[in-house]
């Protein structure tokens, strides 16, 4: 008897969803592979939109979300827009592919989509403020630009209790802060802190009465408290340390 077994039967529905659009994902990500973006059509184009129903209807809203940003390139390509980058379409494709691996992987290992929340995603993010202070530290920091006109930041941060990286992100719209991710790390996150998101990424911090939501995400408001924490170095990386290339994917 598998874990799956005791579960609502919303919960073992969700669980079937997932099944039939993991492989539903690997086969459209492997004909467009075969085919090529040359060839890219409006057929094309409604099974992007196809699979974006599909994986929102497992509750796969990572998923959902690179299949929405595919289908707004294809759109983009087929009207031969000037702004249209392969690069962005790679990205997404490649992305697509490494989170329904990540989803086939933990469905084998019989894990519930309550315990997988940080790989699914949530498509309405609530946020509860935290009772005792958290202690963490930054493991390295990225930009991005979206297709949808936002730029942000995003900071990946370790924690002394838990296996998965929280994360700390702050987005604007390209339309008033331009598309260069360098002017919002150099902003602060949060208008009541006198720390830039620069200054945040490096060494390690105890945030008081931060928000979190129930995949990781960190939201720092006009309340919060920052102050320093014991750096740990090295050991805060442990966690996610690979041994070669085949171990970083499975990682990925």
Same mark, same amino acid.
């Given at each position: 008897m598998s874990a799956l077994?005791?579960?609502p039967k919303r919960v073992r529905d969700q669980v079937e969803r997932m099944y039939a659009a993991v492989d539903a994902v690997d086969a459209l990500l492997a004909r467009l592979g075969a085919e090529g973006l040359q060839r890219v059509s409006a057929s094309s184009l409604a099974q992007l939109k196809?699979?974006?129903?599909?994986?929102?209807?497992?509750?796969?809203?990572?998923?959902?979300?690179?299949?929405?940003?595919l289908a707004t390139l294809a759109e983009r390509y087929l009207a031969r827009d000037p702004g249209f980058a392969a690069g962005a379409w790679v990205a997404a494709v490649n992305e697509a592919w490494l989170l329904n691996r990540a989803t086939r992987r933990a469905l084998a290992e019989d894990r519930l989509p309550a315990d997988m929340r940080y790989l699914l995603g949530e498509a309405r993010r609530t946020y509860s403020v935290l009772d005792a202070p958290l202690e963490v530290q930054p493991l390295g920091a990225s930009g991005w630009v979206t297709?949808?006109?936002?730029?942000? $930041?995003? &900071?990946?941060? %370790?924690?002394?209790?838990e296996a998965e990286p929280l994360t700390l992100s702050i987005a604007r719209p390209t339309m008033h802060f331009g598309d260069e991710p360098l002017r919002l790390y150099r902003t602060p996150p949060a208008p009541a802190l006198d720390l830039t998101l620069a200054e945040l990424a490096h060494g390690a911090w105890a945030l008081t009465r931060a928000k979190r939501s129930?995949?990781?995400?960190?939201?720092?408001?006009?309340? $919060?408290? &920052?102050?320093? %924490?014991?750096?740990?170095g090295a050991r805060a990386y442990a966690p996610w340390r690979v041994a070669g290339a085949l171990d970083l994917l499975d990682r990925l």
């Amino acid at each position: 008897m598998s874990a799956l077994d005791d579960q609502p039967k919303r919960v073992r529905d969700q669980v079937e969803r997932m099944y039939a659009a993991v492989d539903a994902v690997d086969a459209l990500l492997a004909r467009l592979g075969a085919e090529g973006l040359q060839r890219v059509s409006a057929s094309s184009l409604a099974q992007l939109k196809a699979m974006e129903t599909t994986a929102h209807n497992a509750g796969m809203v990572h998923v959902e979300r690179r299949f929405a940003t595919l289908a707004t390139l294809a759109e983009r390509y087929l009207a031969r827009d000037p702004g249209f980058a392969a690069g962005a379409w790679v990205a997404a494709v490649n992305e697509a592919w490494l989170l329904n691996r990540a989803t086939r992987r933990a469905l084998a290992e019989d894990r519930l989509p309550a315990d997988m929340r940080y790989l699914l995603g949530e498509a309405r993010r609530t946020y509860s403020v935290l009772d005792a202070p958290l202690e963490v530290q930054p493991l390295g920091a990225s930009g991005w630009v979206t297709e949808t006109g936002f730029v942000g $930041v995003t &900071v990946l941060c %370790a924690t002394p209790d838990e296996a998965e990286p929280l994360t700390l992100s702050i987005a604007r719209p390209t339309m008033h802060f331009g598309d260069e991710p360098l002017r919002l790390y150099r902003t602060p996150p949060a208008p009541a802190l006198d720390l830039t998101l620069a200054e945040l990424a490096h060494g390690a911090w105890a945030l008081t009465r931060a928000k979190r939501s129930a995949d990781g995400r960190l939201g720092l408001h006009a309340e $919060v408290e &920052v102050a320093p %924490a014991p750096y740990r170095g090295a050991r805060a990386y442990a966690p996610w340390r690979v041994a070669g290339a085949l171990d970083l994917l499975d990682r990925l």
